[in-house]
């Protein structure tokens, strides 16, 4: 019986791991997108950079509180020291030295210890400098989370362009297998040439190629999409939004003269974090030249014995306390101070430089994202227009084909030039939606840093 509940047990448990992972999840782009800043690995990291910054930012706060140490010690001289004192102290003869032991052989102290920081001006600097590194953090977790967003929309459109592929091979495959099998009855029949056949063959051997390649590429998307979602790559993912919807919606053409705010990007923000912890470097090596105050009061008992009688009721205890202030001033440091204020003027200088240097490459990446944009707006216009003329156009060479007024060759030319048109096509759409985040990640349209 215990073997049989044993068994039953480990099925139930290896059924419901088994269904556990093999969950199941259905995502709009967007959902896709709030799921992924959760669940990201990078994301989750990201959080914990801020995490550890509030830490940081605790860590030097408490370093100017009140700090309490306490210290218990024991000592058992095995082998007292001895001291020679003159002989005549204790009524010898002069000249000569008596050996003398000081002290009992065993003593114990406890000793608790009050510190406090009264003034020290790189405390106040490292202050401010931890509240920047927590700006910082929270500016690296906005870009991390704009990163995955855009990752998210690539590979989310990367899934929808390989199903789209894949259907349209087949349904390419399944027309060239129809009209292989007629031309090869008229051929039969004498009434058609042989290399109309193999013009056909050829043509259906490269859409298989394609066909088996497509199915690949979708395997490897998913698997892409799941990792970038923080989910096991063999997860069941269902995608509810169509890659002709997304491509709509992302047609907005009010981002071509949408202006910068500047300051609302996320490199112009890290970059400037970046000016303002050199900044406050410069003040931490000025403040090394400030005095350094500090106050202490002090606790302690001590108790004294030729054997181990501390716990005894009538062992004495001895106290003593000290209150007291130190002062550190520096005074000369041979130019060593002075040349680190102005190693990290110079390194102040560089941060505003290269923030100078970040505004205009920002603007620059806008304008070219604009450009970007707009041209793959164009050429999605266009690739719709395209692909209606080369259905109508192989539609025509299939009529005049089976009429005999057009050549096998000239049939592969319109099927090619059709399936070359279908695969634009779609490529253009996925262009269109990778544009478009691109544009919304300069602008900082998202504003992912409130969520």
């Known amino acids: 019986m215990r073997k049989l509940i044993a068994f039953t047990f480990f099925i139930f448990v290896s059924i419901l791991g088994l269904a556990q992972e093999r969950k199941s999840y259905a995502f709009s782009m967007e959902e896709a997108v709030s799921f992924a800043l959760d669940s990201n690995y990078t994301a989750i990291n990201a959080r914990r950079d801020i995490a550890k910054a509030l830490k940081q930012k605790w860590e030097t706060t408490a370093t100017g509180l009140p700090q309490l140490d306490g210290s218990i010690s024991y000592n058992n001289n095995l082998k007292q020291p001895v001291t020679l004192i003159p002989a005549e102290i204790t009524g010898g003869e002069p000249g000569t030295f008596t050996p003398v032991t000081f002290g009992t052989q065993q003593n114990a102290t406890a000793v608790a210890t009050l510190n406090q920081l009264i003034f020290d001006g790189s405390y106040l600097v490292g202050l401010q400098a931890a509240r920047a590194f927590l700006d910082f953090s929270e500016n690296a977790n906005e870009k991390t989370q704009l990163e995955v967003r855009r990752g998210i929309i690539n590979a989310y459109g990367s899934v929808l362009l390989s199903e789209e592929l894949v259907a349209i091979f087949e349904k390419n495959r399944t027309n060239l297998e129809q009209n292989l099998f007629e031309i090869r009855k008229v051929f039969e029949n004498g009434l058609e040439e042989e290399e109309s056949v193999e013009q056909l063959e050829i043509t259906l051997l490269d859409i298989e190629t ?55 990007n996320i490199d112009y923000k890290i970059a400037f974090n970046l000016t303002e912890q050199r900044s406050l470097e410069m003040k931490l090596e000025k403040s090394r030249a400030l005095p350094r105050l500090n106050a202490f009061l002090n606790y302690g008992t001590q108790a004294n014995s030729d054997s181990f009688t501390f716990f005894d009721s009538e062992q004495r205890w001895f106290q003593s306390s000290i209150l007291g202030v130190t002062m550190n001033i520096p005074i000369f440091s041979s130019g060593m101070r002075g040349a680190r204020t102005q190693r990290a003027r110079i390194a102040l200088d560089q941060a505003e430089t290269q923030l100078e240097e970040t505004i205009q490459n920002v603007r620059l990446e806008l304008n070219s994202a604009k450009s970007n944009y707009q041209f793959a707006i164009e050429k999605y216009e266009n690739a719709q227009k395209n692909i209606a003329l080369a259905e109508r156009i192989e539609n025509k060479n299939q009529i005049k084909f089976r009429e005999g007024l057009a050549s096998s060759f000239e049939l592969r030319q319109a099927q090619t030039q059709l399936y070359t048109a279908q695969q634009q096509y779609f490529q253009s759409m996925l262009d269109l939606i990778n544009a478009t985040a691109t544009v919304e990640t300069v602008l900082n349209t998202p504003q992912l840093r409130s969520q």
């Open 210 to 264: 394609q066909l088996s390649n497509a199915r690949r590429s979708k395997s490897i998307a998913k698997q892409m999409f799941n990792v970038a979602l923080g989910l096991n790559v063999d997860s069941e993912v269902t995608l509810t939004d169509s890659l002709d919807d997304l491509a709509a919606k992302n047609i907005r053409l009010e981002y071509l003269t949408q202006g910068l705010d500047v300051q609302e």
